[in-house]
C-alpha cells in the first residue's frame, strides 16, 4: 500500500527525503525492513568483494562501496526499494578506464579509481543541481543492449585465468580467451574445481529455493573448504589473503589535474550508463508499488553516494538491478532496509574480514561470472533484430566494439552509435500528404496510412508529424518538392498544416524561404495553418508570410479548405523547375 501525502513537499523534504519518508513511517514495517535488510547483507558482501575484483580493487573497496552507497542513497533518494551499491557493469567501466593510463603500481592504481568515483560525484551532483534528468533518454536502449553483454562476456572471461588458476592475459578477448587455451596444460585443476563447483552451486541454489542466500552460502562454503583441505599450502590455490579491519579513513586522492581531464570523457559515460540503468530499476519498482520518483533528486542521489563511495576508497556506486529485485522480493516498505544491510555491512569490516583470508580467488571469479551472466540478454538484441534492424546494428558496433578493442572504446561507440541514431531520425522527412475521409467535410488523415483518405484535386495538403529543424529542414524541403513533382492532376495550391511547430531556427527560415520560392516559381499558391501565434510572429518577422503576397495564413485547416472553395486558384502547368 502506498502512503498518501497532501500537498507539494518543502524544500528540505524534497531534497532530504529521509525527511518526508522518515516522518510517515510505520512501526509495522520495521521487522519486514530489517528482514529484507539482513537478506541484502547476505547478496551485497560477496557481491561487493566480487565487484572490487572486477573493478581491479582490493575486495574491501566493495564493502566500502556498499556502506557508503547504501547510507547516501537512504538520505538522498526517492525510490522506497532501490539499492545502490557497486555493479558489475560500472567496476568493468572503472577498470578499464584506469587501466588505459597505465598506472605504474596499485597505489596509483587505488588513487586514479577513487578520483575518478569522486569525479563521477561531482558530475552527478552538477547535473541534479541543473535539472538534467531528462539525460537517461539520451543512450539507446537497444545499443546499450548490445554494449552490456559485450561487457559481460568481456568481464566473463577476464576471470577465466583465476578460475583455471594461470596468469592472467593481456589484450582484447579474443586475445585473453586464447591465452587462457594456451596455458590450460598449466592450469591448476584443483583450482578449477573449486570454482566450477562454485559457479554449479549458484545457479542451482535459487532453483531448491529463492529464499537460500546463494552468494553468502558460496562464500561461506569456499571458505570452509579452503580453511579445512588447505588449500592455499597444500595444492597451491590462490586465496584473497588479508583484509584490513576497521573503518576507512575518508579522503581525497592526491592526483593530477591533467588525469583528471583525462577521466572526464570516461566519468561522463559512467554517469550516462549508470544513471539509465538505476532510473529504469528505480521507474520499475515506484510503478509497481504506486509512487512518483524525482529524476532530478535521484541525480542528487547517486551524487552523494559516489562521492561517499570515491572518498572511501571504494566504485562506482549505481542502481543495482539484482540487489533491488532481493530488496523487494523481501518485501521492504522503505529505505529503512538499505539502512539496516548498511550496519550489517559496518560490522562485517570491523569484525568479521579476517574470515576472509581463505577464501579462494576462484570463488571470486565464480561468484563475478555468475553475476554478469544476469547481463547477457542475446533474446533482447534478436528481439531488436526484428522490430528495429538500424538500432540493432549499432548494438553489434557496440558489442563488437568491446570485445574486439575494449571497454572504454566501446562505451564511446555505445555513445556515438546512440548519437548518430539520434541525428539520424532526426534527419528523415516528416512530411505527410492528407485526404478527407470518405463522409465527411472537414476530418483528414495521412493518404499513406489510409487508402481510402480522398485528395483534393489540385491542393497538395502537407502535415510535418515532427518539428522541422536545421538537421532536417533539407530532407523535408526535398520531401515536399518531390510530393508537388508526382501529385496528379497538377498542384495549383500547397497547405501547409505544422502541428508540432512551436518556432524556427535561423538555418530552417533560410530553407522555407527557398522552398516558397520554388513554389512561386510554379505559380502554385501557398497557405499557412496557423496552428501556434509563436510560429506565425517568427514568420511574419521573416518575411515568410508576405513573400511575394502568395501565402495566405489561416487559424484551421477547415477555415483554410473553405476559403480554397469561395476562391480557387487558377490551374497552372509551369515546368519543373
Known sequence: MSQQTTGRPGWFEAHLPILGWGRRYQTSWLSRDMVAGLTLWGLVVPEGMAYAGIAGLPPEAGLYTAMGGLIAYAVFGSSRQLVVVGTSATAALLAGTVVALKPEDAETYAAYAAALVLLVGVLFVLAGLAKLGFIAQFLSRPVMEGFVLGLAIFVAVGQLNKLFGVEKGEGNVPRK?????????????????????????????????????????????????????????????????????????????????????????????????????????????????????????????????????????????????????????????????????????????????????????????ALIIHAVSHLMRVTSLVKVRRLAPAEFWMGILAFAGVLLIDVLEGLVIAMLASLLLVIYRSSRSSVTALGRLPGSEDLYTAMVRNPDAVPLDGVLIIRTDEPVYYANAVSNRDAVRDLVRSTVPPVTTVVFDPQTQHDLDFTTLEILTELLDWLEGRNIEVHLVATHSDLVAIAKRAGLIHLGGRVHVAPTLTDVIAQLKRNPPAETSAADS
Do not use: C
Request: proline fraction near 5%.
Open 177 to 365: 580467451l586464447w591465452h587462457v587455451v594456451t596455458q590450460l596444460d598449466e592450469a591448476n585443476w584443483w583450482s578449477f574445481a573449486v570454482g566450477i563447483a562454485a559457479l554449479a552451486a549458484l545457479f542451482i541454489l535459487p532453483r531448491i529455493s529463492k529464499a537460500l542466500p546463494g552468494g553468502l552460502v558460496v562464500l561461506a562454503g569456499g571458505i570452509l573448504l579452503s580453511a579445512v583441505l588447505d588449500l592455499s599450502g597444500n595444492h597451491g590455490v590462490e586465496v584473497v589473503g588479508t583484509l584490513p579491519s576497521g573503518l576507512p579513513s575518508p579522503g581525497i586522492p592526491q592526483v593530477d589535474a591533467g588525469v583528471l581531464w583525462t577521466l572526464v570523457p570516461a566519468a561522463i559515460g559512467i554517469l550516462l550508463v549508470s544513471y539509465s540503468e538505476a532510473l529504469g530499476v528505480a521507474g520499475s519498482l515506484a510503478n509497481k508499488h504506486g509512487y512518483d520518483i524525482d529524476p532530478n533528486q535521484e541525480l542528487l542521489a547517486l551524487g552523494a553516494a559516489n562521492l561517499s563511495s570515491g572518498s572511501l576508497g571504494g566504485l562506482v556506486a549505481g542502481g543495482s538491478m539484482s540487489s533491488s529485485a532481493v530488496n523487494d522480493g523481501a518485501k521492504a516498505r522503505s529505505q529503512v532496509s538499505g539502512l539496516s544491510a548498511a550496519i550489517f555491512v559496518v560490522l562485517t569490516i570491523l569484525f568479521l574480514t579476517p574470515i576472509f583470508k581463505d577464501l579462494p580467488e576462484a570463488v571470486l571469479a
